[in-house]
């Protein structure tokens, strides 16, 4: 797209706008199946509105200028944008089990085993959200099949859109028989009971009320019991989540280098993450896998590269010559949060672990081609090392 | 067979003793005789940085270092941050301040970073970003992208400042 921008010397930003799918043509059906063998459908999101955000943090007209002044100085500044799009929530299921214990918490189980991105903490925020409890009244179980039965695993930027959904229709469900179990107990009709702060009481006498713990206790089964007929013994349901099909988050990443031509560094001034992916759980918690998956993408465009010898020997076998990026490396990364609500699942979210990968490769190596505009270098080829960037200078 | 070298030192304030192999690294010695398994091996060649451990006072690779070098030292692991911390507080304030804001997600480079930030901010209690990305530059890390771990050093050092 740089290229055509070039050749028909448009504006990158503008030979994107140009070719985007419209958000009134949502959903837009790209004739290509998915991985998933399903026919590939963006189901939402307004491309032209992630670019022109990301365009605007990071000050783009500003940013032109600047290259201009710069270039008559022998400077070189380069500007690249990268936009994707990305496939995310992917089948073929997952799961999730809530319970409502003795004490009135809520477990929940699921086989959606985190790492570290914070599974605690989303899916606790979730479950507090359907039952009006707040996430430290929410347990989580993770990887103990002895808790659920299945599980299809963390991976491809999923779990919160299954586990998410799966939490959705399990709670449903269990909500059914705690209202059905309140009403009896409390002799009234189903219809007129809510749930809040831990609770199931009568609309407008919250005095008429019951808590979550006293209704797990009155839900034992045997003497103790105070089932009416037809509920089962236990405050538990679990609901495995199979999506029909991806949802599709996108996002436009902003790099701005400055390259020197003389050792062919090139340096990362800034970089712009403008990201839609659907309705957001946890801002922290968002950054944080953007931040990660930027510094991968980034590693991958500068510094990462596994080589081998014409024998077939591994040449760069260990951190000193396969080249991690560091805190010296990753810039601060500029983040906006634009939320398209998915249509495919019940909370409309949609899912965020990898995108920030996909972007600075493609991102950053415009950025060079941009700044090299006036050698009118082709970039082809990853990791820009310095020796890369000279010889992409002298090829000209 | 290489006789076994006994060795003294302190760990974490607790005097400790051992009898090692020379070969045996102090990553090594601390995981597998002292059952202090905070200590991370992620390369074993002493660049990723998540065997970093203090030694005398200063940070060091203990995946490079010998266990029989540390004889008659003091060592200072991740386990033995909290006890450094003032007023019955459950965390030292670098921990607290990981916690806060969300420095790390795997925790896996994390104790490293724990006490290389633990030297920082014994040196330089007000470290500027540039500063804190330079003296962490020798710790790798996969999940942050190191934006939020420089926000829980500042956090941090802003903690140790109210509190000191």
Partial sequence: MDMVAAKLSLDPAEVRRRNFVQPEEMPYHAGILYRDGEPICYDSGNYPETLAQALKAAGYEELRKQQEDLRQHGRYLGIGIGCYVEGTGVGSFEGAKVR????????????????????????????ADLWGVSPEDVRLIEGDTASIQFGCGTFGSRST???????????????????????????????DLELGNGKVFVRGMPQRSLSFSELARAAVPGWASKLPNG?????????????????????AHVAVIEVDTETGEIKLLDYVVSHDAGRLINPMLVEGQIHGGVAQGIGAALYEEICYDPNGQLLSGSFMDYLLPGSMEVPKIKTVHLESPSPLNPLGIKGLGEG??????????NALADALLPFAAQVNDIPLSPHRVLEIIRRK | MIAKRPIELTVNGKQCEGLVEPR???ADFLRDHLG????????????CGSCTVLFNGETVRSCLLLAVQVNGGKVL??????????DGEALHPIQQGFLEKLG??????????????????????????????EHLSGNLCRCTGYQNIVAAVLWAAERLQKTS
Avoid: M
């Fill in chain 1, 100 to 127: 409502i214990d003795a004490s009135g918490q809520i477990v929940i189980a699921t086989g959606a085993t985190g790492h570290g991105q914070g599974h605690e903490t989303v899916f606790a925020q979730i479950a």
């Fill in chain 1, 161 to 191: 859109v299954n586990v998410g959904s799966a939490l959705f229709e399990a709670s449903a469900r269990l909500k059914e028989k705690v209202l059905q179990l309140a009403a009896h107990l409390l002799e009234a009709n189903r219809d």
């Fill in chain 1, 231 to 251: 509920l089962e013994p236990g405050l538990e349901e679990t609901f495995y989540f199979v999506p029909a099909t991806v949802t599709w988050a996108n996002a």
């Fill in chain 1, 356 to 365: 920030g990968a996909i972007a600075p490769p493609a991102a950053i190596a």
């Fill in chain 2, 24 to 26: 045996l690294s102090l």
């Fill in chain 2, 36 to 47: 202090l398994t905070g200590t991370h091996l992620g390369c074993e060649q002493g660049i």
């Fill in chain 2, 77 to 86: 692991t991740v386990e033995g941050l909290a006890g450094l911390a003032k």
């Fill in chain 2, 104 to 133: 790390f997600q795997c925790g896996f480079c994390t104790p490293g970073f724990l006490l290389t930030v633990y030297e920082l901010l014994s040196e330089n209690p007000s470290p500027s970003e540039d500063e804190i990305r």
